[in-house]
């Protein structure tokens, strides 16, 4: 059995008692142009003077971020208050006696030995010692590879943070009412485990928790939850149809990521933002239903959901991020509200069988390149800048209706020796010319007073720029140690 596993953003550190994984990769990923946008450019990474600084595989077309699947995360879980507490024996078990914050003792299971147990079937005692055991602690069974059964008695309220980690052998699990929490990353890596009810008392599915469950094709989940947090059901590549919850406020990034048998989804009205990746790489997902009460569809949000043939953005919905729909090949058509004011990087890149697309409204974010590689798009409705640029482009005039240039706007237009930004403009994003390796000069005008991370990494041929005294633009680029001339303008 092999389990590959990614990284996530965060740095997670695992005790050495459950670092044992069973034929376990983990490959380490460094996100590029990630961290506080200032004014000045202060500790934003180098200035992109020599080409070895930026370099990249890519010709024309930027490809989005990898998407990595979490490893079990190590945060405690707010659980039951533990007082000062020795660990005693229980058959196969280690437990302590705890009071919690109502003054009433409870047991805690702390560890499954199961190094001298080579059992199948296990059974949780209800009591120890006439005491009810109301918790599972952290990491209790983490690696026991041959448990293919587990009983968890209705005394329990709270299972912890990794508690079922890795559990290969386990195909399904009966979690009892009492159970009220959770932890994260609980069944994380449990790869055979196909079914799972989660009791009406849970309110949130907490981040990993089923994460890289691949052969789990049936689940419930209750309508007390409220929130699903990110890689919750991460590459659960198995899953055919979920039904959330209609009290769900909040969907985490990466959630249903990487579900590649999922088919369609609704989510709820209460929910206001499709955050980064959530249906990333959901190959078989054909249509989904976004809620009137969205207001911004993140980056790579449906990347990849190669089988999407449909969907409606609705009115209220201001951003659509980078790579939002990239290579969404089946998508035909789309409309796009006037609510709509910003369309970030490649947004619909790679849409090859796109015919009709309407923009409804202005927009005041600059990119290049949005309809980039769709060969097929011969209806189009909308500001004719956004479709007559691409990445290939030599002389790119931005409107003066624009206000800011958006993330990766001009990324790798190699072709591009110089531009000027007019004076309505007031930002400038994350990684706007990364890698513009023929650009040698650029105007920036002093309404600019925000220039983001990597703004100009690797425009190594970068030799003039224009701009006013004491301007954001010329307070960045000295902090960058501009090797080149600064022109100043009236």
């Not at 409606?312 to 058509?333: H, M, Q, R």
Request: glycine residues 8%; contains cysteine; charged residues 20%.
């Amino acid at each position: 059995m092999t389990l590959l596993l990614f990284l996530t953003e965060r740095n997670i550190k695992m005790k050495s008692k459950t670092t044992c994984f069973l034929g376990t990769m983990v490959l380490l990923l460094s996100l590029i142009g990630c961290g506080e946008r200032t004014a000045d450019g202060t500790n934003q990474g180098d200035f992109g003077t020599q080409k070895a600084k930026a370099t990249s595989t890519l010709t024309n077309t930027p490809t989005p971020t990898n998407t990595s699947a979490p490893t079990p995360t190590d945060t405690p879980m707010p659980m039951l208050t533990f007082e000062e507490y020795e660990q005693s024996t229980y058959g196969d078990f280690l437990y302590h006696l705890y009071v919690n914050e109502n003054g009433k003792t409870g047991a805690c299971i702390d560890k499954y030995k199961a190094g001298e147990s080579d059992a199948e079937i296990v059974t949780i005692p209800d009591y120890i010692d006439g005491v009810k055991v109301c918790s599972i602690g952290k990491d209790v069974f983490a690696d026991c590879y041959r448990i293919k059964e587990i009983t968890i008695p209705d005394s329990v309220t709270s299972i912890g943070d990794h508690a079922f980690m890795y559990c290969v052998s386990l195909i399904e699990i009966t979690i009892p009412d009492s159970v009220t929490k959770i932890g994260r990353s609980a069944f994380f890596g449990c790869v055979n485990l196909t079914r799972v009810i989660i009791p009406d008392g849970v309110t949130r599915i907490e981040d990993s928790v089923f994460s890289g469950c691949k052969q789990l094709t049936d689940i419930k989940i209750p309508d007390s939850v409220t929130s699903i947090e990110e890689f919750a059901f991460y590459g659960c590549k198995s899953l055919t149809d979920i039904v959330i919850p209609i009290g769900v406020t909040s969907i985490g990034h990466r959630a249903f990521s990487k579900c590649g048998r999922l088919k369609e989804i609704t989510i709820p009205d209460g929910v206001t933002c499709i955050e980064e990746y959530t249906f990333c790489d959901c190959d078989s997902l054909t249509s989904i239903t976004i809620p009137t009460g969205v207001t911004s569809i993140e980056k790579s949000a449906f990347n990849d959901c190669k089988s999407l043939t449909d969907i409606i953005i609705p009115d209220g919905v201001t951003n659509i991020g980078d790579y939002a729909f990239y290579g969404c090949k089946s998508l035909t058509e789309i409309t796009i509200p006037d609510s709509v004011t910003s369309i970030e990087g490649a947004a619909f890149n790679g849409c090859e069988n796109l015919i009709k697309v309407e923009i409804k409204g202005e927009l005041t974010t600059f990119v290049a390149g949005m309809f980039e590689a769709c060969k097929n798009l011969k209806d189009y409705k909308g500001p004719e800048w956004a479709i007559k640029y691409n990445r290939d482009s030599n002389e790119i005039i931005i409107p003066d209706s624009v206000t800011s240039i958006g993330n990766s706007a001009f990324s790798h237009c190699n072709n591009l020796t110089e531009i000027t930004i007019p004076n309505n403009v007031t930002s400038i994003g994350d990684e706007a010319f990364f890698i513009c390796e023929g650009l040698t000069e650029i105007t920036i005008p002093d309404s600019v007073i925000s220039i983001g991370f990597h703004a100009f990494d690797g425009c190594y041929r970068l030799s003039t720029l224009r701009t006013t005294k004491g301007s954001c633009a010329e307070t960045w680029f000295k902090n960058k140690e501009f090797p080149g001339e600064i022109e100043y303008i009236e």
